[in-house]
């Protein structure tokens, strides 16, 4: 249950059992293994609810790095209404978690200042990480700014969070990489003060809470230089537009393949469209489905997939656009590792060894989650693009209104990535996930998502 009772009930060991019966040259070591031991089994075992990652992008929407969250506090840190919450002591054994989230990101954590010390900081993989602190009221500025110039020696980098026109940490900027705006506390003549007096340094300014597009574009003018937020997987109906063609072609696609449709046709159009071609070919072979053969062709790579396989693929490809696209979008990301959270989440509800048609629910399972943001990507709205893809009655149930296992699935997902932990709680619940499950199941979908 925790260490120190772990240390009690070994205390209460006779002594022809215990440690003290040994030499101390031969018991200290003995005795701090098995210390080490108690406290990392215990780190394993903690009732972290989930790991939460949110991209951070710079004005072009390119990725550069994750905001990550954890232990299960709601990320309301920046939320004027609301009291600050404490934020959690994490446990070494997370470090390596974050590091499994990221794959070779990089990484935004925020840490009480009280933890700076703490191992978990310790763990942090230099150059991968950055540190995120709050205010600096009633602590030691000296202490604090010491402790931030170890860490800069070491390669972690430094974010003064939630920073305003007047604040009590002047004396980390020198060692700050990073400074944090709430894009919807701080009026737009503080934006420009802040921004005014960042201007001689080397101090990049971040806004967070950026959930509107009209939003990101008012910072971008501001010369806001990164962004943390939802804004790019919301739909703004001021901005409607027409489809490239090869969105266009793959939702032609979608449409026809609900109602069934030959490979060969897929291949034609495919063979029409070199973007798209590419971007199959690129998808396939990076995820390593063909194993040890390199796929050459659109004709092998669709006879892989299969009809079953079909309608997943040309969903991911209608968030991955063309291979002149560039790295993969934020709403990519997303789509993507919300439908793959969804269908590991799915199977695990499902039992070992699903049959055929099990294994169908937990692929209708990741094309819901990837649906509900096919909206954002056509650039209509969530009523019309469901009247556009002609999809069937279950999965639209379960987008329209969470009806069905899957649509709980979709409300789960979304609650995590909003952080709203207490209702993805009683969701999990209600389903009879465990913890073990979603957390693999999330260390998992990031993994896969990564490699796309």
């Known amino acids: 249950r925790d260490v120190g009772q772990a240390e009690q009930d070994l205390a209460r060991v006779p002594d022809r059992f215990s440690l003290r019966s040994l030499q101390p040259n031969i018991r200290s070591p003995i005795e701090t293994t098995a210390r080490a031991f108690i406290a990392r089994l215990w780190a394993e075992t903690m009732e972290t609810e989930f790991i939460g990652r949110q991209p951070i ?75 995120e602190i709050g205010s600096l009221e009633g602590h030691d500025a000296k202490a604090v700014a010491k402790r931030c110039r170890e860490l800069r020696k070491r390669g972690l980098r430094i974010c003064l969070g939630n920073y305003q026109r007047r604040d009590n940490r002047q004396i980390l900027l020198e060692h700050a990489s990073y400074i944090k705006i709430d894009a919807i506390a701080t009026s737009d003549s503080e934006v420009r003060t802040i921004v005014r007096r960042m201007r001689s340094s080397n101090v990049k300014i971040m806004a967070s809470r950026v959930d509107l597009p009209s939003q990101f574009d008012n910072l971008v003018d501001r010369g806001i230089d990164l962004f943390q937020g939802y804004f790019y997987a919301r739909h703004d109906p001021e901005t409607e537009r027409e489809l490239s063609p090869d969105r266009a072609t793959i939702v032609d696609l979608l449409t026809r393949s609900s109602t069934g449709v030959e490979l060969s046709e897929i291949d034609d159009a495919f063979k029409r469209n070199a973007n798209l071609s590419v971007s199959l070919l690129r998808l396939v072979n990076g995820l390593q489905l063909a194993r040890s053969n390199k796929i050459d062709t659109v004709s092998q790579a669709l006879v892989m997939i299969g009809t079953h396989g079909l309608s997943r693929w040309l969903n991911i490809l209608l968030f991955a656009g063309g291979a002149e696209d560039g790295p993969p979008s934020p709403l990519f990301k997303l789509a993507s590792t919300r439908g793959r959270l969804m269908e590991l989440l799915q199977l695990d509800l499902l039992g070992p060894d699903p049959d055929r048609e099990q294994l169908g629910i937990a692929n209708r399972a990741f094309l819901i989650g990837m649906l509900s943001l096919a909206h954002v990507v056509l650039g209509v709205s969530e009523q019309k693009a469901l009247d556009e893809l002609n999809l069937s009655k279950e999965i639209r149930s379960a987008l329209d209104s969470y009806q069905g296992q899957a649509g709980v699935l979709l409300r789960l997902t979304k609650c995590i990535e909003a952080s709203d932990h207490d209702t993805a709680q009683e969701i999990r619940d209600a389903l009879g996930l465990s913890r073990e499950q979603l957390k693999r199941a999330q260390l998992e979908s990031f993994s896969w998502v990564n490699a796309l």
């Open 57 to 131: 992008v710079n004005r072009n929407q390119a990725i550069l790095g994750y905001r990550l969250l954890y232990g299960g506090a709601s990320d309301v840190q920046y939320d004027p209404t609301q009291k600050k919450i404490a934020i959690p002591v994490p446990e070494r054994n997370l470090a390596l978690q974050f590091e499994e989230v990221l794959s070779g990101a990089t990484g935004f954590v925020e840490v009480d200042i009280e933890a700076l010390n703490s191992e978990f900081v310790d763990a942090l993989e230099p150059k991968q990480f950055v540190i």
